[in-house]
């Protein structure tokens, strides 16, 4: 099972980029996928959960209402749009598949992440 995470770049603050997870060994439509991200000195965050299961999609309160997750499943691909960028979005970003546990979302299974970094 291989996870990996695309598009990351420089952009300005307010800017917007639109991230690829691309999946490997495995059908996405079959399981929740989530995104995290990981800034220096920073524990890790993590930024959402789609669980296809219900059909909801958990957010956390730091990207709610500028990040939106979707999935393409005859490409196999989950797709993390980033709107209203800002600086402290800056960090690796890593896609991988994600679970409730005990109230917290837990991340497993993720590959190579992309850097995106926010700065005028």
């Known amino acids: 099972v291989q996870l990996q995470a695309s598009g990351g770049g420089l952009v300005q603050p307010g800017g917007s980029l639109r991230l690829s997870c691309a999946a490997s060994g495995l059908t996405l439509d079959n399981h929740a996928i989530g995104w995290f991200r990981q800034i220096p000195g920073k524990e890790r965050e993590g930024l959402s959960c789609n669980r296809n299961s219900d059909g909801s999609t958990y957010y956390a309160d730091s990207v709610k209402g500028r990040f939106t997750v979707s999935r393409d499943n005859a490409k196999n691909a989950e797709y993390l749009q980033m709107n209203s960028l800002k600086p402290e979005d800056t960090g690796v970003y890593y896609c991988?598949?994600?679970?409730?546990?005990?109230?917290?979302?837990?991340?497993?299974?993720w590959g190579q992440g992309t850097l995106v970094t926010v700065s005028s």
């Open positions: 991988a598949l994600c679970r409730l546990d005990l109230g917290e979302y837990e991340y497993d299974q």
